[in-house]
């Protein structure tokens, strides 16, 4: 029997916001089977966020709110700064992690704002813009971060303190946004659930040992931009998702010496972590594990 065509959903009907804590709130779209947003054809869209699960966070304290990335369309960044306003938000600010397209396709919604970015994400913006403005869906304009910083920085919405931090992980140019009062890491793309995406394999090695860097922090809840969303409006994961990032990539890594490893699939893969509870099996994620093991074979 044939497989069933994907059923295309309005983009944006299936955005549900979430609360992982009383100053976050958690706007989830994707993880449904069978569906997509953008269309049957293959897209960016849908098969690098909306088959996986993509969030991003607005961290709000009174009337000040921080958003951490800009989501997957205009569509979702209009309904994301609406929900802000409506409750009474008045002042936003937008941190972008990393300039990948599911993660500032929305930049131009908050193009009135301050839009804070890596000296590194700045350039990686400039030197793809081609392809983000004429991708599918392109993203056009691709409105670029007007602060620009290059390290460590403090900041804080209301009351709260916010510390960006740059880690290689995933990609060369991430900033992990921290909430010290909270215990909270809210990380990008730096950890993902179940496993990383492997954007950049000639810098895993430098992965690992920023992810070692990042474990020492010590933070007990941690919000990926892509995971599971019961897991994500439980309050987050714990910092056995970077154990489980180590082992990941450390395993990827030996791919070369050992075939047999490059021959698993996913589930096989990590089935000790899964076994432990650590991490949930799921099955789009076969498609990334296998790009993942033929990405690092090729470099």
């Not at 569906?35 to 699960?53: E, F, I, K, V």
């Not at 409506?86 to 009135?112: K, M, P, Q, Y």
């Not at 954007?199 to 992965?207: G, I, K, N, T």
């Not at 910092?239 to 070369?256: D, W």
Request: glycine residues 8%; negative net charge; aromatic residues 6%.
């Amino acid at each position: 029997m044939p497989a069933s065509s994907p059923t295309l959903l309005p983009l944006g009907s299936t955005l549900r916001v979430l609360r992982p804590h009383p100053n976050v709130l958690a706007f989830y779209d994707g993880r449904i089977e069978g569906a997509r947003a953008h269309s049957a054809a293959p897209n960016w869209l849908d098969d690098g966020a909306y088959a996986l699960g993509v969030c991003v966070y607005a961290v709000v304290d009174g009337t000040e709110a921080i958003l951490y990335d800009t989501h997957i369309s205009l569509t979702h960044a209009r309904m994301m700064r609406r929900t802000l306003e409506e409750a009474g938000v008045t002042s936003i600010r937008v941190v972008l992690s990393h300039w990948h397209d599911d993660h500032v396709a929305g930049n131009e919604v908050f193009a009135d704002c301050e839009i804070i970015a890596l000296d590194k994400t700045e350039k990686a913006l400039a030197d793809h813009r081609a392809a983000l403005e004429t991708g599918e869906p392109a993203i056009r304009p691709l409105i670029m971060p007007n602060r620009i910083i290059s390290g460590p920085t403090e900041l804080a919405v209301g009351r709260l303190k916010v510390e960006l931090q740059p880690a290689e992980i995933h990609s060369h140019d991430g900033l992990i946004l921290l909430l010290p009062d909270l215990g909270l890491m809210l990380a990008g793309d730096t950890l993902e659930e179940p496993i990383t995406y492997v954007a950049e394999p000639q810098r895993l090695v430098v992965h690992v040992e920023e992810l070692k860097r990042i474990r020492e922090w010590g933070y007990p809840r941690i919000l990926p931009n892509h995971g599971a969303p019961d897991v994500i409006a439980a309050g987050g994961y714990g910092p056995e998702l970077i154990e489980a990032t180590i082992r990941y990539v450390k395993k990827l890594l030996r791919v070369h010496v050992d075939m047999a490893l490059a021959d698993q699939d996913l589930s096989t893969f990590i089935a000790g972590d899964v076994a432990d509870g650590i991490l949930t099996y799921f099955a789009p994620y076969e498609e990334v594990h296998a790009n993942n093991v033929k990405q690092v074979l090729k470099s």
